[in-house]
T-cell receptor, first 113, second 115 residues
Framework: AQSVSQHNHHVILSEAASLELGCNYS??????LFWYVQYPGQHLQLLLK??????LVKGIKGFEAEFIKSKFSFNLRKPSVQWSDTAEYFC???????????FGAGTRLFVKA | GAGVSQSPSNKVTEKGKDVELRCDPI?????LYWYRQSLGQGLEFLIY????????KSGLPSDRFSAERTGGSVSTLTIQRTQQEDSAVYLC?????????????FGSGTRLTVV
């Protein structure tokens, strides 16, 4: 069955610490990969996405993610987090050309000022 | 409109009552999706509309759930005879075409509480 697994449900970091959120997927065929973010009191919004080409994708606010096909992974990284990065982060995957997106359970990140 | 609009933002209903949730997608977006987010869970796919094609209802959890999309724009999700397990945030999203690769624009959701 198609699935997305996020390794950590809760992460607590201090400002300036580095961030890596794990995401693994189980999906047949070629895929599109996404990270969405939900800031407190706001709606879900797209952070970055991978279609093809360079497996290192850069998104907004200094975030990046690397697609490693052999590991079925799409981990999210940021070198130095800020208090304003406190949010819930969702990894998601869809088949290339498909319409349905499968979401992970989310990781809640809390950044201490 | 500028974004995906959902109403109401909050709904408290008694068990056994019917509820209707509304979604107004971004103008020009042909694809519309409904997802459900329960506490501690990821987003659960419910239904997908693309243009005038028949919707994909494969994610609807029971026959108490139905949805329609009128004129290729506004969509209504109806839950009949609500149960406590229906309590969740119901999210609507739209995208320019019927491929998920574009990414979705989400609304703020409707928080449904069944008491």
């Amino acid at each position: 069955a198609q699935s997305v697994s996020q390794h950590n449900h809760h992460v607590i970091l201090s400002e300036a610490a580095s961030l890596e959120l794990g995401c693994n997927y189980s999906y047949g065929g070629t895929v599109n990969l996404f990270w969405y973010v939900q800031y407190p009191g706001q709606h879900l919004q797209l952070l970055l996405k991978y279609f093809s080409g360079d497996p290192l994708v850069k998104g907004i606010k200094g975030f990046e993610a690397e697609f490693i096909k052999s590991k079925f992974s799409f981990n999210l990284r940021k070198p130095s987090v800020q208090w304003s990065d406190t949010a819930e982060y969702f990894c998601a995957v869809s088949n290339t050309g498909g319409f349905k997106t499968i979401f992970g359970a989310g990781t809640r990140l809390f950044v201490k000022a | 409109g500028a974004g995906v609009s959902q109403s109401p933002s909050n709904k408290v209903t008694e068990k056994g009552k019917d509820v209707e949730l509304r979604c107004d997608p971004i103008s020009g977006h042909t694809a519309l999706y409904w997802y459900r987010q329960s506490l501690g869970q990821g987003l659960e796919f419910l239904i997908y509309f693309q243009g005038n094609s028949a919707p994909d209802k494969s994610g609807l959890p029971s026959d108490r759930f139905s949805a329609e999309r009128t004129g290729g724009s506004v969509s209504t999700l109806t839950i009949q005879r609500t149960q406590q397990e229906d309590s969740a945030v119901y999210l609507c999203a739209s995208s320019p075409e019927g491929q998920a690769s574009y990414g979705y624009t989400f609304g703020s959701g409707t928080r449904l509480t069944v008491v």
